[in-house]
């Protein structure tokens, strides 16, 4: 299964992004999780089908309603076998 590691950079802690990702993800079928980092980044694992992971990284480019996405960086991950999608703190 693919499976991405995906950086959002930007205004995007305190805006709802973690709890967005994951019914976004939920609602693509994407397993994974996703966290808030020390530098003010979200940084998400995802796996899935290569069309909603597509579609999952589409949707980081804005993000919920309040976020301001200035990057998303997108690298090729490992399969950790996931069977959900949580929110990691």
Request: glycine share 8%; with cysteine.
């Amino acid at each position: 299964m693919p499976a991405y590691s995906i950086q959002v950079i930007g205004k995007v802690q305190g805006v709802f992004f973690r709890a967005s990702t994951q019914e976004k993800a939920q609602q693509l079928g994407v397993y994974g999780w996703v966290k808030n980092e020390l530098d003010g980044s979200v940084l998400i694992h995802a796996e899935g089908s290569e069309e909603s992971l597509q579609s999952l990284i589409a949707w980081c480019h804005h993000g919920p309603m309040h976020a301001k996405v200035q990057q998303v960086d997108v690298k090729e991950s490992h399969e950790e076998s996931h069977t959900n999608f949580q929110v990691r703190r």
